[in-house]
């Protein structure tokens, strides 16, 4: 695994199964990988409520359920589904590549 200039290269996609998320570790950025509907969406992993792991909640479709408080996130764009959760998760853009799920580098904030 690379990472080029803005790009980083997360995991081969076959490590993702269609429906399912997992937990990918990259430098300091602790991620959740979904694989839906053929398309990979890539979020932080922590869940913005609390002590939460995305990757360790429920997938239905492209909402994930943390498993700590419930609360639901659009894996899309972030936003929150369903409560206990105010503040939206991060996104990050996926960027086609045909072997791995790449994402474009977080810009500084």
Known sequence: M???DN???LC?????????????DKGDLE??????EDRFYVTDNACTHGPGELSEGYL??????CDFHAG???IRNGEVV???CILAVKTYKVVPHDTAVV???PKDE
């Open 2 to 4: 690379s990472q080029t």
């Open 7 to 9: 790009l980083i290269e």
């Open 12 to 24: 081969p996609k076959d490590e993702v199964p269609e429906g399912e998320v997992i937990r990918v």
């Open 31 to 36: 991620l959740a990988v979904y694989h839906v």
């Open 60 to 65: 239905e479709g492209h909402v994930i359920e």
């Open 72 to 74: 639901q996130f659009d």
């Open 82 to 84: 369903a409560p206990p």
């Open 103 to 105: 994402i474009e580098a």
